[in-house]
């Protein structure tokens, strides 16, 4: 296994996330941010915050296998998202929710940052995903 994961006693819990990952390896693998938008670059779930991320986690998927890797390889997951309320919250996890099983997404997540921004790529998109793993 190169990652592992952890949340050392003392960090703030609950969370639906580990505070610290250490991998070992020699492969980076970074994965720029995923859109909700299929191969032909159609929009997909317009205005749907879950169904977004839903479908810019299995983007993520795609890359991350394209290289080689999954979300067991992945240290860290960044999310941007688009006016960011705390009520966007339940939406949010839903989103991750509804894929994690498929994806093999691990419970809890690897270490993440959600970032609220004013907007991203175009402005139908709601959220994007960048993720970072390593491979031996």
């Not at 080689?68 to 309320?85: P, Q």
Request: no cysteine; hydrophobic share 45%; proline share 7%.
């Amino acid at each position: 296994m190169t990652v592992e994961l952890s949340t050392p006693e003392g960090m703030f819990q609950p969370v639906p996330y580990h505070h610290v990952s250490v991998a070992t390896g020699t492969r980076h693998v970074h994965i720029a941010g995923q859109i909700a938008r299929d191969e032909h670059g159609n929009k997909v779930a317009p205005g749907d915050l879950a169904g977004q991320l839903a479908h810019a986690l299995r983007n993520t998927a795609r890359g991350l296998a394209g290289a080689g890797a999954s979300f067991s390889d992945v240290v860290r997951l960044r999310f941007f998202v688009t006016d960011w309320k705390p009520e966007k919250y339940t939406d949010f996890m839903a989103g991750i929710e509804s894929v994690a099983d498929e994806l093999g997404i691990p419970r809890p997540l690897p270490p993440l940052s959600a970032i609220g921004v004013d907007y991203l790529f175009e402005p139908d998109v709601l959220v994007e995903v960048e993720a970072e793993a390593i491979l031996d």
